[in-house]
């Protein structure tokens, strides 16, 4: 549910950017959530609808929401993967670890803070936890169309 | 285009908080920790409203000294800090318990913006951070975030290669015109029996706070029986002698 709070630091987000550069209403604005997140895209796009209708300059603007899927490279052993590849066995190692939300749901620590799949996730191939994330992490305002 | 909301979303969240009080260190080992949840478990017995945020991504160990195993809970806005002994608290270790914490670069950077910009304090009159040792990337993106709010409490040990390193840290605190409040120096003396025994020989702690203009110097004791205490999982302020020194630097960071 912290897809909310996400929004309002979007909103934040633009209309300091807005504020800077003199914009008087921005059009339309890219986002780009990467898999790992494990975002609900609806409910941030509901978020984003709600909240930006209390700002003037951003009243009418068109949110486009892309998701960028998670590639995982191991340093040590060179293999690729992605995160369907490693669903099952992430959730069982963090099944200990979920969190409850206000109503009742449990989410993986990772829905807060996706970097913290290091502390959860090894390379399927070699088991080292020596690896890189090669996309799908990022949570960024990609590309803004705006008017003066 | 790279706009990173999480920084709004930072803001938002630390609104609430008066005043940070950054405890940090060059060196590992110094007892850092200690003082740090020391210090927000007497500001709280003061009557100050006080969180405490473990930062030390790779060996928390405040929630060793406070005994606390609960996690926190979502809502809206993100992530509540448990309550332990009467403290807003918050660390990764609540989120990953004793898994391996192989965070490196970039993560790192991004891992300690998360958790400000999902962690909702309470009205809070000081959230105590402890810092790891060093100057990495969670220092520096703590500055970042809490410059215009926080000062520091720098501690060290009288050993040359501790002061040496602090060295470092200083300036940078500096650079940044972050307010360093009072430089500590733990295990600074052991009593024994009448005597006051100086472990690491004559301290230059006095040269080190003249020379970065620092008003205070707050030297601890070594006291065998605070790790008593936490092996017996009791609070540190039952230790007198350790209650009457963190007190002292309570004074100091609430002058």
Request: glycine fraction near 8%; include cysteine.
């Amino acid at each position: 549910m912290h897809e909310w709070s996400i929004a309002e630091g979007i909103i934040r987000t633009l209309v300091s950017y807005a504020k800077e550069r003199g914009l008087r209403r921005l059009i339309e604005v890219e986002i780009s959530v990467g898999e790992l997140s494990m975002l609900d895209v609806g409910i941030l796009e509901e978020a984003l609808r709600m909240l930006s209708e209390e700002e003037k300059m951003l009243r009418g603007a068109k949110f486009t929401i892309k998701t960028k899927p998670v590639l995982f490279r191991c340093n040590i052993c060179g293999s690729k993967w992605t995160l369907r590849d490693m669903k099952s066995s992430l959730e069982k190692e963090a099944q200990e670890y979920l969190l409850e939300d206000e109503e009742g749901g449990l989410d993986l620590p990772l829905h807060y803070m996706p970097d913290l799949v290091y502390a959860f996730a090894r390379c399927p191939n070699c088991g080292s936890r020596d690896f890189e994330i090669e996309q799908g992490r990022e949570l960024i305002v990609e590309k803004i169309t705006s008017e003066r | 285009m790279y706009l990173d909301p999480r920084y709004e979303m930072a803001k938002l969240k630390l609104g609430k908080v008066k005043k940070a009080i950054l405890v940090a260190s060059g060196k590992g080992g110094v007892g850092k920790s200690l003082i740090a949840t020391s210090l927000a478990l007497i500001l709280k017995e003061k009557g100050f409203k006080v969180g405490l945020l473990d930062l030390d991504i790779h060996g928390p160990s405040t929630n060793l000294i406070l005994r606390v195993r609960k996690k926190p809970t979502g809502d809206r806005k993100g992530l509540k800090p448990i309550n332990a002994n009467g403290l807003e608290y918050m660390s990764l270790t609540l989120l990953v318990g004793e898994k391996p914490l192989a965070f490196r670069g970039e993560t790192k950077e991004k891992l300690v913006l998360s958790i400000f910009a999902e962690t909702s304090w309470d009205l809070l009159d000081f959230l105590v951070v402890d810092l790891p040792p060093g100057t990495g990337d969670e220092v520096v993106v703590t500055l970042r975030l809490l410059r215009e709010k926080a000062l520091a409490v720098v501690v060290t040990i009288p050993s040359i290669l501790s002061l040496n390193v602090v060295r470092r840290l200083l300036r940078l605190l500096t650079d940044e015109k972050i307010l360093i409040r009072c430089l500590v120096e733990n295990m600074s003396y052991l009593r024994y029996g009448n005597s006051v025994i100086e472990l690491f020989g004559r301290s230059e702690a006095y040269t080190l706070a003249e020379e970065f203009g620092i008003k205070d110097v707050l030297k601890l004791p070594l006291n065998p029986e605070l790790e008593e205490l936490l092996r017996r999982g009791e609070s540190p302020l039952l230790s007198q002698e350790w209650k009457r020194c963190m007190s002292r630097l309570a004074d100091l960071v609430t002058s």
